[in-house]
Every structure is written in structure tokens, then in C-alpha cells.
């Protein structure tokens, strides 16, 4: 089975991908998807009620994503759960095998449909990978020492467009310093820019798998550049889509194209590919045709 | 300031279903620069009763509807309030439940107002929400500025993803609050604050109900 932190610790250009879990507890769409990503990436992140809209736990579907041989990375936000829940489910993801786990802080249930519910938020995503660190040394939040601890493999995000991009620097480095060893990047547009981030963020021990998110169409994008913090879809790419024939197609060649770049200099990417999963395989398969993969920089 | 809005009269009339005789309470603190609970308001609420076939037996504008000595002495200089059906109250919950308190187990109180926040008065009927009485103030590290009550997700360690050019994506009216916060605290250069991570808030020191009861100083005359 391929692994996350293998790949991302032998230096490799590493992909993950995101799968959304279903509506539901029909899991048959879900595992096609798994299937078919099977072998093409590293590992798969499952998201956790993204965007505050109910779904199947990623707990269970990080499960069922490790009983078809793939890495999960198994997604928590500090929206739904206090500080008791979210140590035993990690213990509980710990004890069925899963190994990666990506700390965030989660959308605002405002966003979702169940918006008269109310949101947790006992821990902010620094204090839940803190959280997470003391785990892996084998304590609770309260520092007391638990029979058994975990060896995760921690995750975080962050955002190199953010505007301003201080206050979410010093955030990043507090992630860094609470113990996230691997980060995952908004989607990226601007690449000169995320450059520059990769640069400074060197002087850390810790991987950077940089967003990709398909554009699917011109609309797609526009609705990005006005819903979405910190992504900005430049307008050059917008016409792009717009005058092409077939708009997927043209997305899954910018997302090709920028995963190609990614590959030139950074640990990785991660691609987000929002309810068309099997484009994921496109974009990496085409990827490879632009020219063949150069070395990886890390 | 405790700020209050007004229930919708029909559901006030629907409290008072069956009783005729109503006894109004008003709070000349709090509820009165709401504009919710003042002479004015007391006197609109008794031409909507009327209106409605009730009998306003009386009406007393307590200077602090919370204080549970003012409004003991209204009750016993009054004998109207306790042979009404009801009272009701023009207050904040807390003016309610003391007015309650004396009525104890005979006369119904309800109230006509809902509660909503503490509030900073920026000026006179402009009301922001500062603090949210957690019972552990960290003010001190966050240039004076509340990020558990201004930030929706009330974080503490810096802003979530959601900052959109600087404002809140929740409410995109609003700044994000963290963004001030950092903005105050580099301008005073104390970046460093900011950089500590902040531990997880001690909700033990909210466990509701809280009472503070102060020891009675002998010194004072
Ligand atoms: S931290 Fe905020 S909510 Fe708590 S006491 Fe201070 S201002 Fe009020
Ligand atoms: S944008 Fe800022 S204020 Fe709004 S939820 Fe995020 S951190 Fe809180």
C-alpha cells in the first residue's frame, strides 16, 4: 500500500486526492471512487462534513478507504466535536489502523444544512493538533498519561493567498510548533506567489502538498472568486475556460498543467476535485504526457 | 448595557390567554435606553392590552428591575400586582425571574422581551456585543478585543481560513476580528502575544449557575 508519510519522508512527489463521503449510507459511489484513485495516488483525504453540510463520518469512510488498500488521510474539524469526542475518536481512528490526520478548523455551520445547529468549537485547529502531539506521546489534553498513546502522522492547512497574510503566518507557524508535520495548501492560482511561500516555509521540517482544485467550469470560477477566502482564480484562466469547446476538459488541463509546476519544486500536491473524483486520474495521467516528470525539489 | 427586543404582541397575548387582569412591569436601567422597557413602552404595551380586552390593573417602572429589593417594596406598596392574573415584565431575563421570585407560586409572570447580549453603547441606540461573560477574560493578550465573542468560531490561537480580504466570511459585513486583533497588537509592537499558543479555554470557570456573593466590609460606614 502506498503511504503518505513514505512517500513524503523518500522524497517523492507525493498526490492525494480528496474523496467526499456520501449523503447517506449507501457507500457504493464512494467506493467506486476509491477504487479507481487506487495506485494513482499516495493517500486520500476524507473530508468531515465539509462546508457544514452532513455527511457519512470520515472516520468510518477513512475505515473503508484502508480495507481497499489505500492511505487515508482522515479529516477532523473542531466544529462538531468538544475536546472529549475528538481524542477518543482520534484513539478510535488510531486503533483501526489509520495513520494520517488533518487538523482543521471547519466551516461555520451558517454555511451548511443544518444551520440552527450549534457549533462546537471547544478547540481551534492549533489546540487540536496540540491536542493530537500530546496523543502521540502518549497523554491526554490534561497532560495525564493514557494506557496507550497514538503515532500519527499530523496534518494541517494553510493559506499562502491569504489577505493579509501575516496573522495567518503566525498561525502557520503555531500549527508548525504544535507539531503538524505536513500541510495542505488552498488551492493555489497564483504560482510566483505560492513559490515564495514554499521558499520561507523551507526553513521548517515539515511537507507541503500544494492544492490543486479543478476548475470545472467558468462558472466554477467565478463562484470561486466570490465565495471562497483566499481563492482567486485569475482571469486569464477564466477566458481560458471560456472559450474552450468543453470547460471540464480545459479545467482538467489547467489542473494538469499546474501539477506539473507543482512537481518541479514542491513536496507534492493535493488535488480537489469536488464531486468528480475520476477526473482526478486525468488530470495526473495528463500531467505525466505534458513532459515527462522532472525531479522533485525537495 | 443588557440589550433587549420586543416579543411579537401576539405571542405576548398568547401567554395571556384567559387571564384578563395584567399587571406591567418596566426597567428605567437597561430596557429604557433599549427602548424596550420605559415609560413609553409601558404605556404602548397597556393600549395594545386594552386594545385586546385586557384590564391593566397597574404599572410600576422599577429603576432596576434586576434588584430584587426595589421590586419587593414595589410588591408591597401595591397591592394590585398580586391580585392580578398576570404580570408581565419589560425587562431582561433577569428583571423576569426577580419579579418572579416574589410572585413565587401565586401570580404568573411572563416576559415580554427577549434578551440578547451585553453590549458596549457606541452611542445612544447603537448597541455591539464585546463580551460574553466567559468568567476567564483574555482581553490582556488580545488588545482589548474579544475573539470569543467577536469571531463566530470564537478562536484563539489567530483567524480560520474564512478571512476575506481582511473580513469575516461568516458575516462579511464584519472584520475579521483576528485581523484587528493583530493589527492593534503590531501597532502597540506585541506581535510576541500573538505568536504564544493559546492554550484551550477553561469552560470550568463558566459552569452556569455562577453567583458571586462579597463579604461584607466592616470598615464601611
Ligand atoms: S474574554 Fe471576552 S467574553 Fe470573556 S470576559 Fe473577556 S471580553 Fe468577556
Ligand atoms: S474569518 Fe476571522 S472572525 Fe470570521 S470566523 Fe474566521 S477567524 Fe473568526
Redesign the interface.
Known sequence: MNSLKQSLISKRFTITAEICPPKGTDTSGFLDKARLLKGQIDAANVTDNQRAVMRLSSLACSLLLLREGIDPVFQMT??DRN?LAIQSDIMGAWVLGIRNILAL????V?FGDHRNAK?V???????LV?TISKLNEGNN?NDKPLKGGTDLFIGA?V?PG???W???M??F??KI??GARFFQT?AIYDMERFQKFFEYARQFDIKILGGILLLKSAKMANFLNTNV??VDVPKRLIEELESSKDQLEKGIEIAARQLKELNSFCHGAHIMAIGQEESVVRIIEKAKSVSSAKTPGN | MIITKKKEPSLILEYLDGRKKVYLFGCNSCAEQCQTGGKRELDEMTVILRENGKEITGTSLIDETCYKMLVKKEFKANEAIMSSDAILVLACGAGVKTVAEIAENSTPVFPALDSLFLASVERYGRFFEGCSLCGECILGSTAGICPHTLCPKGLLNGPCGGVINGRCEVNIENNCVWVDIFRRLKAQDRLNVLKKIHPPKDYSNGVKPRKVILERKKTRA
Not at chain 1, 478548523?105 to 461555520?108: A, E, Q
Open positions: 473542531c466544529r475536546r478548523t471547519g466551516d461555520h451558517s457549533a468549537f471547544d478547540l481551534d485547529s492549533v489546540q496540540q489534553i492547512v493559506a491569504a489577505e493579509p501575516e496573522p495567518e503566525i498561525k507557524e503555531k510548533e504544535a488552498q477566502p483566499g
